[in-house]
């Protein structure tokens, strides 16, 4: 398998939390992976990629960087944290010869040309379409979605900033929460409710209108809380599985996913005992007056914790395949 991408090529997932580093030796060969680093420990990505990079004893010559932020070309800044990149910089700061930046769902659409079945679950079936669309999304330190359309052997990736939508609420329990959702938030969308934070808002309302005392808890916190029982933390997971399903449905029907919606990041595997598959078919395909085209769409979540990079390896071997041998977004030291 020949790549336009000299090898070894780095291939790093970068979000506004963590940053997983791999190596990729050749076209075609799986990602090795080298480190997991806190984004906030750094104060460049060009000084947090260059700590890995010293210690090896071969330098990549190419690298492939997901990042969990809007792209403008050769360059993207990340959406909750300050690192700013710079595609033809961080090749000279770091003695690259070539690169390419994509957004972090771009890379994990990708992926879903190599995931296994087992790296997934599936919570609700459906009747795919082999060339059928497929939308991949999630809820991590923010939101992301994008989507992958294959004809035969070349696709197209199609990033988003789906986060970023407004929401209202639809049924009683969310009418009930949502003034107290909405009062910390300058405008309530997607990403506001369907992340970490967002996780915590949802703790945070149940127990105000339940009139409990709120503990002060981390998104861990509240859905190690909910595995024991707790019952405002397993309301508030509730409700985030309610509302998650929602959106992938919604999401499905603006995309017409027939070839299935995927699930992804840290926070929802973690939820996967909690899920209540009935609830969450009703949820997903109860999309009026769409109900017969919504229930064509399956929701599967990604259960393993290297989507990004197997979908940034099969972007290394294969850029065309995707559509990214775009001369405007690679580049060059």
């Known amino acids: 398998m020949t790549s336009p991408f000299a090898h070894p090529v780095l291939v790093a997932d970068i979000g506004g939390t963590n940053c997983r580093l791999s190596l990729v030796s050749r076209a075609g060969a799986p990602h090795e992976p080298l480190a997991r680093i806190s984004t906030g420990g750094h104060p460049t990505p060009e000084a947090a990629l260059e700590a890995v990079l010293s210690t090896l004893t071969q330098r990549p010559r ?96 199609v990033p988003t900033e789906a986060g970023h939508i407004g929401i209202g609420p639809e049924d009683p329990t969310e009418h009930k929460i949502w003034p107290a959702l909405a009062a910390e938030l300058p405008r309530v969308t997607v990403e506001g409710l369907l992340s970490g934070d967002g996780l915590v808002r949802f703790h945070r309302a149940v127990a105000k209108q339940s009139g409990m005392l709120e503990a002060d808890v981390s998104a861990a916190d509240v859905t190690t809380l909910a595995l024991d029982g707790d019952p405002a933390a397993l309301m508030a997971v509730i409700c985030f599985w309610r509302l998650l399903a929602r959106v992938a449905g919604d999401l499905a029907l603006a995309f017409k996913a027939t070839g299935g919606v995927y699930v992804a990041g840290g926070i929802v595997p973690r939820l996967l005992p909690l899920a209540d598959p009935t609830t969450i078919q009703a949820v997903f395909h109860g999309k009026p007056p769409m109900e017969d085209l919504a229930k064509r769409f399956a929701l599967h979540v990604i259960t393993t914790h290297d989507a990004a990079e197997q979908g940034l390896a099969a972007i290394a071997a294969a850029p065309a395949r995707f559509g990214l041998d775009d001369p405007a977004r690679l580049w060059f030291a």
């Open 62 to 157: 190419s690298a492939i960087l997901a990042v969990a932020g809007p792209l403008d070309g050769r360059e993207a800044q990340l959406t909750n944290a300050n690192w700013h990149f710079d595609g033809p910089r961080l090749a000279k700061a770091l003695g690259l010869e070539q690169g390419l930046l994509v957004n972090d769902f771009e890379a994990l659409a990708a992926s879903l040309s190599a995931l296994r079945e087992a790296d997934l679950t599936t919570l609700v079936s459906g009747q795919l379409e082999p060339e059928g669309l497929r939308l991949v999304l999630g809820p991590g330190t923010g939101f992301g979605a994008a989507a992958l359309l294959m004809r035969g052997e070349r696709g197209v990736l």
